[in-house]
């Protein structure tokens, strides 16, 4: 969870919300990404699925069984599919989403007894430092956008005055 954690740092970097994730296969990590979506202004530039291309790449099939994704904020119902579709075997979970997510949160599309694949989920690891992570982006985030509408005011007045 650490080198998800790192991941969702560089997601940071670009100002993008920090989530971060790694692919490990056999104790190695295969595989890594983090949010790209306004970077790359596509929908799809989710950690998760980032990763799962590059793990697929690399392993030279669609099918990531026998892998385990440890990823900083529980996944989407995008990235939850595809976690089903891939065969990843586990996802290891830092913090829970309960606004979106899909591993249990809103829904737990990783377990339904219905599909031909069930993911096994473990929740809460280094879940505070993930969660914090995410609470100070969203703070700063809302600070910025308070700033820059004081600013814009101040200079609707300002253009008043002259």
């Not at 979970?93 to 993911?119: E, T, Y």
Request: with cysteine.
């Amino acid at each position: 969870m650490k080198e998800a954690i790192r991941q969702a740092k560089k997601a940071r970097a670009l100002e993008e919300v920090p989530i971060g994730c790694v692919i490990v296969s056999d104790g190695k990590i295969i595989a890594r990404g983090y949010n790209r979506r306004n970077t790359d202004k596509n929908t799809l530039s989710h950690a998760e699925l980032n990763a799962i291309r590059k793990a697929s790449k690399k392993l030279g099939d669609w099918r990531l069984e026998g892998c385990t994704m440890y990823v900083t904020l529980e996944p989407c119902q995008m990235c939850a599919g595809a976690l089903v579709q891939s065969r990843i075997d586990e996802v290891v979970i830092g913090s829970m989403n309960p606004k979106a997510g899909c591993a249990g949160s809103v829904l737990n599309l990783l377990q339904v007894d219905n599909f031909n694949h069930q993911v096994k989920i473990t929740r809460g690891v280094l879940e505070g430092e993930c969660s914090m992570m995410l609470s100070d982006f969203f703070r700063e985030l809302r600070e910025k956008k308070k700033r820059l509408k004081m600013l814009a005011k101040q200079q609707v007045e300002q253009a008043w005055d002259d």
